[in-house]
Each structure stands twice: as C-alpha cells, then as structure tokens.
C-alpha cells in the first residue's frame, strides 16, 4: 500500500508542461492518535489553477484505487480548505457507511488539521501534520 501512494505520490509531482496547472501538497500525519487508523499517515492534495483539487490518502486508494474529486475547496490569504468524501464505504464487520467525510485544513505555515466523520455514527477523528508544497 505504501509503495502504490509513492507512486502516486510520483504522479502528481509537476513536471514543467504542467507546473501552471496546480500546486501538489505532500502531507505527513504524524499526530493520529484521534484517527483511529480511518486517517492515512501520508495524505496528498493537489489544487489546480482553475480552483479544483483531487485527494489521495491509503484510505481513498484502497476503496477507489484512484484519486478523488474535491468536494470543495476554499482558499484564503491565511489557508486552504479542502472536503472529500468517500461514498458507500463498507468496513471489515460489515458495516455501511453511505458518506465518509473528510475536511483537511492547510495553515500558511504549512500545518495541516484533517478531520473525518462517517454518516450515521457520531464518531469524529482527527489527525494533525505538516505539509509540503511543492510546484516545479
């Protein structure tokens, strides 16, 4: 699993024709302790020129094989605010859980905050990190 999110990781790095196009934000988690296994220890978000972004993580790739869609992104002077869902997502002990929820929040200095909340549950876990910006 770690060696398919490098090389996705590999993926998203720019390479000059596309350098304009986006900015990729490598992520290490390294406070999980409130994510209960459900946030990944390496996240990556690119954000495109034309406001969109997409989102990989262990958890997306292993239920999608792929990246996904942002729901929303917004960005300000100060952050960057990223939602994802993961839909119709059954664990282990079958159980169902139609959204997943995921918001990731990205300081200026690089400090990144992910909270995720399964629909149904009241559970809420979190993680905290630090990101990497990188562009070409």
């Known amino acids: ?5 490098s090389f ?3 993926l998203f790095l ?14 290490d988690m390294t406070n999980l302790k409130r994510g209960k296994g459900w946030i990944s220890e390496k996240i990556a978000i690119v ?7 997409t989102v990989s993580d262990a958890f997306v790739l292993a239920v999608y094989a792929a990246p996904v869609a942002a729901n929303s992104v917004r960005q300000t002077a100060n952050r960057l605010t990223v939602k994802w869902t993961i839909k119709d997502y059954t664990n282990d002990s079958n159980q169902r859980t139609p959204y997943f929820d995921f918001e990731a929040t990205i300081r200026k200095n690089g400090k ?4 995720a909340r399964p629909d149904l549950y009241h559970n809420q876990f979190s ?8 562009t070409s």
């Open 14 to 27: 720019p390479v000059p024709a596309l350098a304009a196009q986006g900015v990729l934000y490598d992520c």
């Open 127 to 134: 993680g905290t990190g630090t990101c990497t910006k990188r």
């Open 112 to 115: 990144i905050s992910v909270y």
């Open 1 to 5: 699993m770690l060696r398919r999110l």
């Open 47 to 53: 954000v495109r020129d034309n406001g969109t972004a």
């Open 8 to 10: 996705l990781l590999f």
